[in-house]
């Protein structure tokens, strides 16, 4: 099996506070969209069946959905 790439849209906004003078810890939100919705893998042998156990995982790692960061930035 080969998992294809797949392109996505991403929109996010977050914000930001002063940790000193040149350091940052903040915070982001956001969505994204995959522009393929479907066959993001392919099975090279056709006598394979996923089990929907399998299609569930599969579905679950393709891209898209929640996006939460949380961080910290250092400045050098």
Known sequence: MDLKPVGNV???????WKLGQRNKFFIEA????????NDYYEL???SVR???TSKNVL???RPGGLIIAV????AL
């Open 44 to 46: 090279h042998d056709d």
């Open 71 to 74: 961080g910290i930035s250092f």
């Open 30 to 37: 956001g969505y994204a969209v995959p522009l393929l919705t």
């Open 59 to 61: 579905q679950l790692l």
């Open 10 to 16: 991403f929109f996010a906004g977050g914000y930001a």
């Open 50 to 52: 996923l089990s929907s």
